[in-house]
Structures are given as structure tokens and as C-alpha cells.
């Protein structure tokens, strides 16, 4: 088995709408894990038996046409489970999370938050919270981790096509972002700011209803693949497949990719 492991998140923003495209992305990269979010589909409509008949395995938990998680794996997935487990309102359609060649995985599809004025944005703050503690219960920073999705928030300036503008938008707006760092504080570093430090207009999300956003830049980097600093320090590549941005009937988002070399794990 090599020790390069290739892992990738996508905000599909519907799964039966993006199949055939994310079929043969799979096809083409080849990933160890492809993380989705925005499945937009209930379990019993989940369009398992394509992805499996394509030599893929899959786990998946959704609830009808809202949000919706799944983790596609080239391997046996081990440890599979679903939403924060805690005593407040489910979350399985928000985080799923397993084990693959011995490393854990969490994929997120962080509440958006509606309006900074809304309880919704309030109930996203909250939901970085409780993801805290869902880490202290589960995990340590000391370990291998990966924590990856469409994480609804901007974390730098740099993330985005117009800061200024933006600056009171549920994904860029100043207590998301202290929410996202305190998630990262508890032991997470930003695999693709590692490899590109300062690196401008590197987007995964484009608005539909801006006029020509990818060539004009119109972005925001909002889809994240996180890692604790034994697993980040092995990061060899990172990149964001913007081309998928521009095919036919595309989502919003489009496909983060990083790889690791696991044979420099202690």
C-alpha cells in the first residue's frame, strides 16, 4: 500500500445533480477520500449503488433537501459515525466521521448562518463551540487528524475577493472568523495556507449569481481540509481544482485536494 494519502472535500451542492462529475473526477485523481457536503438528500435517496458499482466505497447520512454529509473512500472505511454527540438537537446530516489506514476523519458541513442578525448565525457560533468539545471528548492534538468540508467561513482577508464589502457577511464577519480560530486553537492547522502562505485570490466558491465569477475573480475560500500538526507536517501538495468550477452544470464549489506522505508520521 503506498504511503501517500490523497484526501479531497467538495461541496456538491447536490449529489444526484453532480454524480455523473464527481464520478469521473474520482476516476481521474484517484483519492484516498473525497469528503462531500450539501448532499441534499435523505438516505434512502442516496445514489449509493452508482458510486459503489464504480469501485467506490461509501458512507453517507442525509435529511431530505437540506445539507447532507458522506465520505466516499477507496478502502474499507472503519469507525463510521454521525453528528456531534451531544445532548442537543441531531447533527448527522452535518458531520459524519470515520477511520482510513489508521486516520481519523471528521467532515463538516457547517451551518452558513443565514444573517448576521438572525438566530441562525448565532446557532453557527454555537456550533464551532460545540465542535470544540466534541474534539476534547474524541481526540487529541497530539495524534493524526483530519478535520475537512465546506467550514462557511473565510478565515483571512486574503480569502476573499473583497474584504472590505464582505465584512459583515455570516462568512467573513469577525466573530465567525474568532469562532473557526478557536476550532483550529484546540490543535488544526490550514494544510492548504501551509504549502501557498500568502497566496492571493485562491478561491473554492464562486456565487451563481455574480456575472462571470471565476474569470473575474468574484471568490471566496470557504472549503477547508484541516490537520493536527503530526499529520500537517507531512503535507507534500495542495490545490484547488478550479476547471471543475467551469463545467457543465456545475456546483458552486468546486474540489480541494491535498496528499500526504504518511511514511513521515512518527
Same mark, same amino acid.
Given at each position: 500500500m503506498s504511503d501517500i494519502l490523497t484526501v479531497a472535500?467538495?461541496?456538491?451542492?447536490?449529489?444526484r445533480v453532480r454524480l455523473a462529475q464527481v464520478l469521473d473526477w474520482l476516476k481521474r485523481v484517484q483519492p484516498d477520500i473525497l469528503a462531500l457536503q450539501e448532499t441534499k438528500c435523505s438516505d434512502e435517496d442516496f445514489p449509493v449503488d452508482p458510486i459503489r458499482e464504480a469501485g467506490w466505497r461509501v458512507s453517507y447520512r442525509g435529511r431530505g433537501g437540506r445539507a447532507g454529509v458522506a465520505i466516499i473512500a477507496a478502502d474499507d472505511l472503519e469507525d463510521v459515525a454521525y453528528g456531534l454527540d451531544d445532548r442537543?438537537?441531531?447533527?448527522?446530516?452535518?458531520?459524519?466521521r470515520a477511520r482510513l489506514r489508521g486516520i481519523p476523519i471528521i467532515n463538516t458541513y457547517v451551518p452558513q448562518g443565514k444573517g448576521?442578525?438572525?438566530?441562525?448565525?448565532?446557532?453557527k457560533?454555537?456550533?464551532?463551540e460545540r465542535l470544540c468539545a466534541f474534539l476534547d471528548r474524541h481526540y487529541r492534538p497530539t495524534h493524526p487528524l483530519l478535520w475537512l468540508g465546506d467550514l462557511n467561513v473565510a478565515p483571512e482577508p486574503i480569502d476573499v475577493y473583497?474584504?472590505?464589502? @464582505? /465584512? +459583515?457577511?455570516?462568512?467573513f464577519h469577525p466573530e465567525a472568523r474568532e469562532a473557526l480560530e478557536r476550532v483550529k486553537a484546540w490543535g488544526f492547522e490550514d494544510v492548504f495556507r501551509r504549502l501557498h502562505p500568502g497566496e492571493p485570490e485562491q478561491y473554492s466558491y464562486w456565487d451563481y449569481r455574480a456575472r462571470n465569477p471565476v474569470p473575474n475573480k468574484v471568490g471566496w475560500r470557504v472549503d477547508h481540509i484541516m490537520?493536527?500538526?503530526?499529520?500537517?507536517?507531512?503535507a507534500t501538495e495542495a490545490w484547488i481544482d478550479v476547471q471543475e468550477r @467551469? /463545467? +457543465?452544470?456545475?456546483?458552486?464549489h468546486t474540489f480541494l485536494v491535498a496528499r500526504f506522505d504518511l511514511s513521515r508520521l512518527g
Open positions: 472535500t467538495f461541496n456538491a451542492n447536490s449529489i442537543e438537537d441531531s447533527d448527522e446530516h452535518r458531520l459524519i448576521i442578525d438572525e438566530p441562525e448565525f448565532r446557532y457560533l454555537h456550533w464551532f473583497d474584504p472590505k464589502r @464582505l /465584512a +459583515e457577511h455570516v462568512d490537520a493536527t500538526p503530526p499529520l500537517a507536517a507531512t @467551469l /463545467a +457543465e452544470r456545475p456546483s458552486d
